[in-house]
């Protein structure tokens, strides 16, 4: 058991920290190529119905995020609430 309060515990050493630290976050390469408009565009050749499969739903869904840095969100939903069975 913990008997004594976490803010008297010891500092962890710098060496410590530098490498539990998170990298910085670095941007998808090629990510946000195209703008939402475009996507939306290329969707519609696209049928919703033909994507009722979760598998083929998530890779488009994630190629669009990709495409447009998860500018294209709401045309995806869009998009996708387009099959009648959803």
Not at 61 to 85: L, V
Request: proline share 6%; charged share 25%.
């Amino acid at each position: 058991p913990l008997t004594e309060p976490v803010a008297n515990a010891a500092a962890a050493p710098d060496a410590l920290l530098d490498l539990i630290r998170r990298p910085d976050a670095s941007g998808a390469s090629g990510a946000g190529e195209f703008d939402a408009e475009r996507v939306e565009l290329m969707l519609s050749g696209l049928k919703a119905t033909d994507y009722r499969d979760q598998d083929k739903w998530l890779g488009l869904m994630m190629a669009c995020h990709h495409a447009s840095a998860g500018d294209a969100r709401q045309e995806f939903i869009d998009w996708s609430t387009s099959d009648p069975q959803y």
